[in-house]
């Protein structure tokens, strides 16, 4: 029987580790590329006001 750390490793093995994300208005579908230490919550959609969101 694998390891816990073994098992860990091997289901983190097939995620991209640097894919891009965006910031996404969930009103207008405003899309803005997300800059890492800044949460996209923060961050308001220039065309409609309304708080982004993550998506990856």
Do not use: D
Request: hydrophobic letters at 5%; a positive charge.
């Amino acid at each position: 029987m694998p390891r816990r750390n073994q098992k860990n490793r091997q289901k983190n093995r097939n995620r991209p580790k640097n894919r891009p994300t965006k910031c996404i208005c969930p009103n207008c579908g405003y899309k803005e590329q997300h800059i890492q230490g800044k949460p996209c919550n923060e961050k308001r959609c220039p065309e409609c006001q309304t708080n982004l969101k993550r998506k990856s």
